[in-house]
């Protein structure tokens, strides 16, 4: 494999003048600007690189070219004025095989917000009329500093031969730059370069560069002073979490670009990172858990995480890291322990609701809700980080109980679960027990878990009306019906209450009377009449007209012997009875005349 290198000249082709602020502060702001600063020169210097040898000049100047003097881009939000220079020389001492005149570019790139900032100033060198290439090499730390005595190391494996260039003389000079010429081109971007330097992250191109006959192409690779992470974690309550893992992502210099590193945390809560590349907004590193957890990994309270590049989403247990040259930075951070339940007692209750429960457990305070399955708890309180009485909502089935604290909720196992039964009502007494089959009669019905109810029947007849006074009293109104005896019952969620004597209602028929004897008598009253007809069962009141008789014998269903009351000669009256199934009717069979 050989390579012709005529010569190595060692000019000045890049230079960066930085100005440092002693505050820590004032440093990442400054970094974090810089770094842009260095980005828009780099890109300024790419542009120029593909121009034309006779366009690379000034707008007006000598050499005239494309490019404008002086021009404001604005960047994240900040503007920065570019001003560009180019100047022809003609290097009499340049021995090398190809044509010794080239143009010199200057870019400086100013903060148009913060003149305490130095600028960035890069230079190359643009070659005219040579038939090889030269790669235009500097390297430098994050404030734009160059970085003296880089070594380098050039490769091309497209080429046959391979191009392998990493003898001890390729190295950075003192302000980190080195120009490389007599390069055998390749258009098809195969030349890679890459440094490294006890104490500093190693630097490559991520894509290879093209070397063109008469061209100088510009690489810029920056390392640093290696950093040390130092995580610390604890809980909510302060207690450092060991046995944690912890994956850290985030960006390197060389291949594969990207960096990944598992640490697990110590007896104290502490995990360190040593030696790894710095990190910034446009390339911050990211903390997080390698299992998912509910709540999610979080800064302590009222910390705010560094400000990223918005190109990047956040996420939440995704925790950036903004991590300076050189530095031992410690991250505080934060796992919450979600509540625990542990026990209930008791497991069980009636389906609609009204338990007290003792939920046993952990991580209780500051809980803002307990849950039966889906339902609320009818009310709560946090007796302890380790109990809580919760008074159970109405349910069915078996459902699980949850713990809701400002850190999550209580993941579900057997531990929680609680059941509801079903208690179907009893009915242990009605009043009236009995009514007419017209209905419309207001029976109070006393039992037993009157709860969520859904029914009330008088036989098969749904009640006309009902309403629940109380857990033990329901008010109905009788249906209309027919003549004879009937359970009362009630249904509810948990079931319907079973028949038994202690609901009985007995409908009354109509009475009727079809006649009398004898149909008259004295004026005095007193008269002994026997009354004939149906349903004379439970008979209470006798009248004739609008007087009550004076004695009433029911003697069975269809006879009632009553004493007339006194009355007005030559008067009609009716006589009619009443019984609890009502009031005969009027009719010639019932009447009676006072003589």
Known sequence: MEVLVAGVVLVVGLVFIAQFFTSTAMRILSSDTRSLMAQIASQQIETIRGLQYADVGTVGGQPAGQLLPVENVTLQGRTFQIERDVTYFTDSSYSGPYPANYRRVTIKVTAVADSALAPVVMSTNVAGGAKGGMLDITVTDLQGNGIPDAPLTISDTLLNPDVL?????????????????????????????????????????????????????????????????????????????????????????????????????????????????????????????????????????????????????????????????????????????????????????????????????????GATAVKFGSTNATSFTVNSATQITAVAPAGTSTVDVTVTTPQGTSATSSADQYTYTLIAPTVTAVSPTFGPVAGATTVTITGTTFVGVSAVKFGATNATSFTVVSPTTITAVAPAGSAGTVDITVTTTGGTSATSSNDRYTYWALPTVTSVSPTSGTRNGNTSVTIRGTNFTGATVVKFGANNATSLTVVNSTTITVRSPSGTVGTTVDITVTTPGGTSATSSSDRYTYN
Do not use: C
């Open 165 to 365: 260039i990493n003898a001890p003389a390729i190295h950075t000079d003192d302000s980190g730059h080195l120009q490389v010429p007599g390069l055998t081109a390749d258009p098809g971007g195969g030349y890679f370069v890459s440094t490294g330097l006890s104490g500093y992250n190693s630097a490559a191109l991520k894509q290879g560069v093209v070397v063109a006959n008469g061209s100088t192409t510009v690489v810029q690779l920056i390392i640093d002073h290696l950093a040390t992470m130092s995580v610390h974690l604890v809980n909510q309550f302060g207690t450092a979490l060991s046995g944690v893992a912890l994956n850290v992502t985030g960006y390197q210099s060389v291949s594969p670009f990207t960096f990944s590193q598992t640490v697990t945390t110590d007896g104290s809560g502490n995990a360190q990172l040593t030696g790894i590349r710095y990190s910034t907004s446009l390339e911050p590193y990211f903390i997080q858990l390698t299992t998912a957890h509910n709540p999610p990994l979080a800064l302590p309270s009222g910390v705010d995480p560094p400000n990223i590049d918005s190109s990047f989403t956040p996420q939440d247990g995704v925790i950036p890291v903004i991590l300076d040259p050189g530095e031992t930075q410690t991250v505080n951070l934060v796992l919450s322990s979600a509540p625990v339940v542990a026990s209930l007692n008791p497991t069980s209750g009636p389906w609609y609701g009204g338990t007290s429960v003792i939920i046993t457990g952990s991580n209780f305070t």
